[in-house]
């Protein structure tokens, strides 16, 4: 158990639509990262997080948006839902802004946009 | 444009040989270099690190090698064991520190019985 939780584990939805997902960082982490992962595609960083400002953005599409919270979860929101966003999405935590330091994952939430 | 590059996408080894992943960087400002291992339906896990300062990282059965010149690293396994079949992604981090690490596609390593 790495202690990043993610929520829901599994999710189905039609295209066109807008869903949330959850990432509650471990505890004490300040970093939260999100990335995508498609079939045979590596981890995509999409956008990172540091102590709710944003501080670093990767190939995130602009129907896609994430914000952290006071409490230093993080939600990513997919809009306007297409078959290709089907993925596994996972977000990660670490504890230092800056430094050689590992990121600590969840275990995915995967989508499937039908 | 990937900056980092797993060239193989498998890799079958007899269990208690060496197994040996490799990984090429294309960006010379990568200064932090992870390995993570993953499971079917779970999240990866840090396996092993290396700074750009040094050339090799060893922990237990795991060493990794860097060749900062060829802009190349590997990830040592030995003896190879039925539990390390996962699969193994390279990372890294620049050393500007805006905290992208970035992944390749990941190596499926196959332990053979």
């Known amino acids: 158990d790495s202690g990043v939780t993610q929520t829901p584990k599994h999710l189905i939805t039609a295209t066109g639509q807008r869903v949330t997902l959850r990432c509650s960082p471990r505890?004490?982490?300040?970093?939260v990262y999100w990335y995508q992962q498609s079939l045979d595609q590596g981890l995509q960083f999409l956008i990172q997080y540091y102590n709710g400002e944003e501080r670093a953005k990767g190939n995130i599409l602009e129907r896609f948006s994430a914000q952290q919270f006071p409490d230093l979860h993080s939600e990513l929101n997919l809009s306007s839902l297409e078959l290709g966003d089907s993925a596994l999405y996972f977000c990660a935590s670490s504890v230092v802004d800056r430094g050689n330091t590992e990121a600590f994952f969840g275990q995915g939430t995967r989508l499937t946009v039908v | 444009d990937q900056q980092v590059k797993q060239n193989s996408p498998s890799l079958s080894v007899q269990e208690g040989r060496i197994s040996i992943l490799n990984c090429d960087y294309t960006n010379s400002m990568f200064d932090y270099f992870l390995w993570y291992k993953k499971y079917p339906a779970e999240g990866p896990t840090f396996l092993i690190s290396i700074s750009s300062i040094k050339d090799k990282n060893e922990d237990g059965r795991f060493t990794v090698f860097l060749n900062k010149s060829a802009k190349h690293l590997s990830l040592h396994i030995v003896p190879s064991q039925p539990g390390d079949s996962a699969v193994y992604f390279c990372a890294a981090i620049p050393l500007n520190r805006d905290d992208k690490i970035i992944f390749g596609k990941g190596t499926r390593l196959h332990i053979l019985p």
């Open positions: 505890s004490g982490d300040l970093s």
